[in-house]
């Protein structure tokens, strides 16, 4: 009977040490849920295209959680999910001349790709919740609303949005200086 007890109190111990330490969110605690890959090429990126890093990761951390062989029912394709038409177009534009649908699971390639479209929208819309929108939604929806003077229309485009301004707070308050290299 007290080794029941006595576990049942550990237990308890266990668990309400794990929710004080989630409900601080201390650095190391994030770092454990939120992982960080390919750090150089997203800070490089991020500071190519000139974008916050801290966005750049929560956009990737949404789209993939940083698995470069992701591949959505979409056709979207790895870390940056990018879907193939897109990153053609990219490639065309960032002077890119042999572009191969196999070229996206490389992380280098997606991220330029996926940091240059970012960036795009960014300068299109002058507002990181619309290009996030346009990211997510595509840019004929963000440009229709936006004509019509309507916020964001799909609930999955508006929860995306919030969850990568949360999820770019996360990964400046665990990684600070660190995605500033």
Known sequence: MRRIVALVVLAAG??????????????????LWYPLRY???????AR???????????????????KADARSSSGAIG???LLPGTAQGIAVHTGGNAFRVD?????????????????????????????????????DNVDRWRRSGRQIQ???????????EELKKIYRDAYGSDLRG
């Open 39 to 45: 750090e150089q090429i997203v800070r490089g990126h």
């Open 154 to 164: 799909f609930a999955e485009t508006r929860a995306y949005v919030k969850r990568v």
């Open 14 to 31: 266990v668990v309400l040490a794990v929710g004080l330490v989630q409900d601080a969110r201390p650095g190391w605690w994030e770092r």
């Open 48 to 66: 190519n295209y000139d974008l916050d890093p801290d966005l750049l990761a929560a956009v990737i951390y949404q789209e993939s959680k940083f």
């Open 79 to 81: 870390l940056m999910q």
């Open 103 to 139: 070229d996206l699971y490389d992380p280098e390639i997606n991220v330029r790709y996926g940091a240059w479209y970012l960036r795009h929208l960014l300068q299109k819309y002058g507002d990181e919740r619309a290009a996030l929108a346009a990211y997510n939604a595509g840019q």
